[in-house]
């Protein structure tokens, strides 16, 4: 579980492919307080770590992570935002995040402000009952909330500090990101589903 704040930017140093799954080796600033084992938020993808050195980690995505997120298209140099997972008896800044990935977005905008940065994102219109206005999405892992929701796109506004310290600084017009929608949502969408069958 985790909340969508960010707590360092990775840099992926090697790629290795193996059978339909494919190994990274990232290198982060809390790299070296990790453990074997831990489960770790990268671009909003749970991943558990399975090797520590210095200041790197090693960890493995499956086929069925690399179909649903972005990670397929990573390449070494790649920027990867990191987040440990939540502890218990911490302040919840974000918002419930559980590090599974469901689907990709398009960046169709990006605004300078002069100040801050408005992105337009365009995602599978299957998903429009899970995005509402004013409600809380992970892309890349980081906690937003939208804004100028239509049937298949919405906005964020990035402020200064999440532009700095994560990897949306990176995103263009074009560029593919994670998409975790509200967990309560998914929840209430089932339920209505269930309700009306």
């Not at 707590?7 to 790299?31: H, L, M, P, R, Y």
């Not at 409600?135 to 890349?140: D, E, H, Q, Y």
Request: glycine share 8%; aromatic share 8%.
């Amino acid at each position: 579980m985790f909340t969508g704040i960010i707590e360092s930017i990775g840099k992926v140093q090697s790629i290795e492919k193996n059978a339909s799954n494919k190994t990274f080796w990232i290198n982060s600033s809390i790299s070296n307080e990790l453990k074997v084992d831990q489960s770790v938020s990268h671009n909003g993808v749970c991943l558990t770590v399975e090797a520590v050195k210095e200041n790197g980690h090693q960890v493995t995505a499956i086929e069925e992570t690399l179909a649903k997120s972005n990670l397929s298209n990573w390449r070494e140099g790649e920027e990867v935002n990191i987040e440990r997972c939540m502890v218990m008896n911490g302040r919840l800044d974000g918002h419930i995040v559980q590090g599974h990935v469901d689907a990709t977005a398009g960046c169709i905008e990006k605004h300078d402000l002069h100040g801050s940065w408005q992105l337009r994102f365009q995602f599978p219109p299957q998903f429009s009952k899970l995005v509402i206005e004013k409600g809380s999405i992970a892309l890349n892992g980081i906690s937003l909330t939208v804004f100028d929701v239509d049937i298949n796109k919405f906005s964020v506004a990035i402020i200064p500090y999440t532009f700095q310290h994560t990897n949306m600084k990176r995103v263009s017009v074009g560029t593919t990101v994670n998409i975790e929608f509200d967990i309560i949502g998914k929840y209430v969408a089932k339920m209505m589903s269930n309700a009306t069958t």
